[in-house]
């Protein structure tokens, strides 16, 4: 029987994987007379959303809604990434992370558009999602209600406890689904990555099954034994052209994609410390993504004076924490944002990658608002006052005398 409290129409984040689709059948069996939106984002998954109007009816939605949504993801969310040149934990480039806010913002939309009064998720209770999902949705409509069965003790008690558990209520509701107890990995794709959890891959005293998992790349054994050249152009810190080819924002990352999957770039193995706590292993492919940081910083290195480039790789660790927390719509990370952006305004050049074997490296940068000077820069002493040199390093290193002689140190 129904509860007043109960939701009325939920709109629920619906990928066609295990756990959303696990979800549906369940949610009209806990909330009965319940309404269920599926929302659907496009972020450049490939072919995985084909037919997925077609799964979700069949498994109980009401009403189905499919947005593409890869050029505001690569200009208005990885673009500024780029420019905060944010990495979490030295590694990872947070393309899961990064797509969760805009996919929970257009939720909220489609929560309005439909007067629903509920939003969803399939995230489960132990990984970063459910944080992402729910901080946007707190953030954007505070006042709708948020459904997240992997937490509700119902859905627990219905056996629904694992991924094994979830497969078998899978087919017990004749649920169409790509897993199976053999093949189980858990896989997150977009425009910027592809994740892999799960199987071996939860050892890390295994190596990851390269031939099963890899999925945008190929493994480095397999990689041409030819190095191959490309060309990156940025205005203000935004990539706008490869090879000298203008380009919308998804355009620009997808042939990345696929020209540095081709060469093995971009493949991670990181154990990462999850925002609830515990590590956990996963296998990332950001073959793009990769070139683009690369290119990236070369061209920050050239053009961003000294003290401004220092504090802004201290404000990127931030800021890649508050993006892997969830905080996307907060105004600590707005505000950061707002830095980057400024010291942003000189990135703008040309650099020159070289893909091979998996290594991506920037070997050529050019820029007209570079800071290089060769002359400055070589070991030639013309135009340039040698005495200054002694004066600055006796004032810079005074304190460090003072020390030496109030508390002579060991040696």
Same mark, same amino acid.
């Given at each position: 029987?129904?509860n007043?409290s109960?939701p009325?129409?939920?709109?629920l984040?619906y990928?066609?994987?295990?756990?959303?689709?696990i979800i549906?059948?369940?949610?009209?069996?806990?909330?009965?007379?319940v309404?269920?939106v599926?929302?659907a984002?496009?972020l450049?998954q490939?072919?995985?959303? &084909?037919?997925?109007?077609?799964?979700a009816?069949?498994?109980?939605a009401?009403e @189905?809604?499919v947005k593409?949504?890869? %050029?505001e993801?690569?200009?208005?969310?990885? !673009?500024?990434?780029?420019?905060?040149? &944010?990495?979490y934990?030295?590694?990872?480039?947070?393309?899961?992370s990064?797509a969760?806010?805009?996919?929970?913002?257009h939720?909220?939309?489609? &929560?309005k $558009?439909?007067?629903?009064?509920?939003v969803?998720?399939?995230?489960t209770? =132990?990984?970063?999602d459910q944080?992402?999902?729910?901080l946007?949705?707190?953030?954007?409509?505070p006042?709708?209600?948020i459904?997240?069965?992997? %937490?509700?003790?119902?859905?627990i008690?219905?056996?629904?406890?694992d991924?094994?558990t979830a497969i078998?209520?899978a087919? $017990?509701h004749?649920?169409?689904?790509?897993q199976?107890? %053999?093949k189980?990995?858990?896989?997150?794709?977009?425009l910027?990555?592809?994740?892999?959890?799960g199987?071996?891959?939860?050892?890390?005293?295994?190596?990851p099954?390269w031939?099963h998992?890899?999925?945008?790349?190929?493994? @480095?054994?397999?990689a041409?034994?030819?190095?191959?050249?490309v060309e990156?152009?940025?205005?203000?810190g935004?990539p #706008?052209?490869?090879?000298?080819?203008k380009?919308?924002?998804h355009?620009l990352?997808?042939?990345?994609?696929e020209i540095?999957?081709?060469?093995a770039v971009g493949?991670?193995?990181?154990?990462e410390?999850?925002l609830v706590?515990?590590?956990?292993r996963?296998?990332?492919?950001?073959?793009?993504?990769?070139?683009l940081?690369e290119?990236?910083?070369?061209l920050e290195?050239l053009?961003?004076e000294r003290e401004?480039?220092h504090? %802004?790789?201290?404000?990127?660790?931030?800021y890649?924490?508050?993006?892997?927390?969830?905080q996307?719509f907060?105004?600590l990370?707005e505000a950061?944002?707002? !830095?980057?952006?400024?010291?942003?305004?000189?990135?703008?050049?040309t650099v020159?990658? =070289?893909?091979y074997?998996?290594n991506?490296?920037?070997i050529k940068?050019?820029?007209?608002?570079?800071?290089?000077?060769e002359q400055l820069?070589?070991?030639a002493?013309?135009?340039?006052?040698?005495t200054?040199a002694r004066?600055?390093i006796?004032?810079?290193?005074?304190?460090?005398q003072?020390?030496g002689?109030k508390?002579?140190?060991k #040696?």
């Amino acid at each position: 029987m129904a509860n007043a409290s109960d939701p009325k129409k939920i709109v629920l984040a619906y990928s066609g994987g295990l756990d959303t689709s696990i979800i549906l059948p369940w949610l009209k069996e806990r909330y009965p007379g319940v309404k269920l939106v599926c929302f659907a984002a496009e972020l450049g998954q490939g072919d995985e959303l &084909a037919g997925i109007e077609e799964k979700a009816y069949a498994s109980g939605a009401d009403e @189905v809604i499919v947005k593409d949504l890869r %050029k505001e993801f690569a200009e208005q969310y990885c !673009f500024p990434m780029i420019r905060a040149h &944010a990495i979490y934990e030295s590694d990872y480039m947070l393309g899961t992370s990064i797509a969760r806010p805009l996919i929970a913002k257009h939720q909220v939309l489609v &929560a309005k $558009q439909t007067k629903a009064d509920a939003v969803g998720h399939g995230a489960t209770g =132990k990984g970063n999602d459910q944080v992402r999902f729910e901080l946007t949705a707190r953030a954007l409509a505070p006042k709708l209600k948020i459904i997240s069965p992997w %937490k509700d003790p119902v859905f627990i008690e219905d056996g629904l406890t694992d991924r094994e558990t979830a497969i078998d209520y899978a087919k $017990q509701h004749k649920i169409p689904i790509d897993q199976s107890k %053999k093949k189980i990995y858990s896989r997150d794709r977009n425009l910027w990555h592809i994740s892999h959890e799960g199987a071996e891959i939860e050892d890390p005293a295994s190596e990851p099954n390269w031939k099963h998992c890899l999925v945008m790349s190929v493994p @480095v054994e397999k990689a041409p034994a030819k190095s191959e050249e490309v060309e990156v152009e940025f205005k203000k810190g935004n990539p #706008v052209a490869v090879n000298g080819q203008k380009l919308a924002g998804h355009d620009l990352i997808a042939l990345l994609n696929e020209i540095g999957g081709k060469h093995a770039v971009g493949t991670t193995v990181l154990v990462e410390n999850r925002l609830v706590g515990m590590k956990s292993r996963g296998v990332y492919e950001t073959p793009g993504g990769t070139i683009l940081y690369e290119a990236h910083k070369a061209l920050e290195q050239l053009c961003i004076e000294r003290e401004l480039y220092h504090e %802004k790789l201290r404000l990127a660790t931030r800021y890649a924490e508050l993006t892997y927390y969830g905080q996307w719509f907060h105004p600590l990370r707005e505000a950061i944002q707002s !830095f980057m952006d400024k010291a942003n305004e000189t990135v703008t050049g040309t650099v020159t990658v =070289k893909l091979y074997k998996g290594n991506a490296l920037a070997i050529k940068a050019d820029s007209k608002l570079s800071l290089y000077d060769e002359q400055l820069a070589s070991f030639a002493m013309d135009n340039y006052d040698i005495t200054a040199a002694r004066g600055f390093i006796d004032l810079f290193g005074l304190p460090m005398q003072v020390r030496g002689l109030k508390h002579k140190p060991k #040696v």
